[in-house]
């Protein structure tokens, strides 16, 4: 164990490491020998430090407390004695997961003059292929058609909330249409879009609240398979647990859509904390086999801390992207912006999807198959990662 | 809601949608693309909607979806 060190990188707090299997007894141990009270993060759901004491973290056999001197004592005892707490460490800084702190953080460090890192790492920068003839459904908060860098672009439009017309009342929506069929030359800053010259059908199924259905986003994925899309592009989800099955009507609906020629992308979700090691079920509908679910990386091909991983016999994650501070459209008047998530990484496979729809011909389980063919493989377990990077062709 | 008509009832569509009512369900989108219907039930009609004929399965929509507000966290 180490000393809490304010200067030294540790917080105050300590880890206690609990035996294997022994959550409950370390809980009630803790308690016994140095009176303190601790939260479980099952009951929890999410607090960050919820307990007087401290939190339990149920799946990691791990608590984090806040302890005095005699306290410290005592559980340095009870390392070293037989029983349920087996090792006890200083809690180190780690980054803030915290909202602020990822917008504050800089921009990625590549050149993004002309292009940004996220049309690099996929190639499209590089590739012959715009998409065009190829539609591009994204279903999502909506879109600012009259973005003066969407200006002559094909675009069709419908909303499936009530209530509110397409115009995008969030953001999100027009972020992830940038990344996927945005410009590549917008006239100044970087080149964000990868299928820059693909139609745009831009589906509202999320309101300008940010929330949305089943039925309202069936109802958009329908109407974009009456509408010949390729590509659906589909920035939402909700979390699972593990073991949760999948929905075998986005089953069933997606494996008609492919059959159709039509391909669902979808975010795998970001639920995950990899800093304190918990690893979250890709989410619904990602997690329907015959649904492509993404991961995000970042601009070191590193995984995003919170994208989730292939955790079960349900969800798989098929592929990445990058998702980490992706630089898009963003509504008027503040017209670009740069967010993080797998919600941008879903964008980036869908463009790819429609560059190589365009070189290829391919269609639904053969523009998923060269999806999978193409990817770039990567040095991380396949349970996050899949196949890899998508590539433009 | 959410129920899916078999492949083979696709043509009479129109006719599932009147047998699910006649079940308890209030329709709420017939989306022929996908053979899916959407709509509302009572969770004690579930076995008769289960029971009409083209239906593959039905399911409970889920509890929806959401996205953080701008600005807020990862999205």
Known sequence: ?393 | MLVVVDDGALGGLMAVVAALEAAGMRVDRVLPEIATITGAAEPGAFAALRGVSGVDSVERAGPGFSIPHPGKGVQ
């Open chain 1, 1 to 393: 164990m180490t000393n809490p060190d304010e200067e030294n990188g540790t917080t105050g707090r300590f880890l206690v490491l609990l035996e294997d299997g022994a959550v409950e007894a370390g809980t009630r141990e803790l308690d016994r020998i140095a009176g303190l009270r601790t939260a479980s993060t099952a009951e929890a759901a999410g607090a960050e430090f919820p307990g007087p004491d401290g939190l339990v973290f149920d799946r990691l056999g791990v608590a984090v407390v806040s302890a005095d001197p005699d306290q410290l004592a005592a559980l340095t005892s009870a390392v070293d004695a037989p029983g349920p707490i087996a090792a006890l460490e200083a809690e180190r800084r780690v980054f803030a997961i915290s909202a602020a702190a990822e917008e504050a953080a800089p921009g990625p460090q590549v050149d993004e003059s002309v292009f940004t890192w996220g049309l690099q790492a996929v190639g499209a920068n590089k590739s012959a292929a715009t998409g065009a003839g190829v539609r591009v459904a994204v279903l999502d908060t909506g879109f600012d058609a009259e973005h003066p860098e969407f200006a002559g672009r094909a675009i069709t439009t419908a909303s499936f909330i009530d209530g509110e017309t397409v115009a995008d009342g969030h953001g999100h929506g027009t972020h992830c249409i940038g990344t996927a069929t945005g410009p590549r030359a917008p006239g100044g800053g970087a080149g964000y879009g990868v299928a820059y010259e693909a139609e745009i059908f831009a589906g509202k199924v999320l309101s300008n609240a940010g929330s949305g259905s089943d039925g309202g986003i069936l109802a958009g994925i329908a109407w974009a398979v009456s509408n010949n899309c390729q590509v659906v592009s589909m920035s939402l989800g909700a979390a699972v647990r593990p073991g949760t099955p999948y929905s075998q009507t986005y089953e069933r609906v997606a494996s008609r859509a492919l059959a159709q020629g039509t391909l669902i992308v979808a975010a795998a979700g970001n639920e995950s904390r990899r800093q304190e090691g918990r690893i979250n079920p890709v989410g619904h509908p990602a997690n329907c086999p015959s649904v492509l679910a993404v991961g995000a990386i970042d601009v070191a091909t590193a995984l995003g801390w919170f994208s989730c991983g292939t955790v079960d016999l349900i969800g798989a994650v098929d592929v990445v992207a990058p998702g980490v501070d992706v630089y898009s459209s963003w509504p008027r008047p503040k017209n670009h912006n740069r967010i993080s998530g797998t919600s941008m990484a879903t964008p980036h496979v869908a463009g790819v999807a429609a560059l190589i729809a365009q070189a290829t011909g391919a269609r639904g389980w053969e523009l998923w198959a060269r999806l999978h063919q193409a990817a770039r493989r990567l040095p991380l377990p396949s349970v996050d990662v899949g196949a890899g990077v998508v590539q433009a062709p």
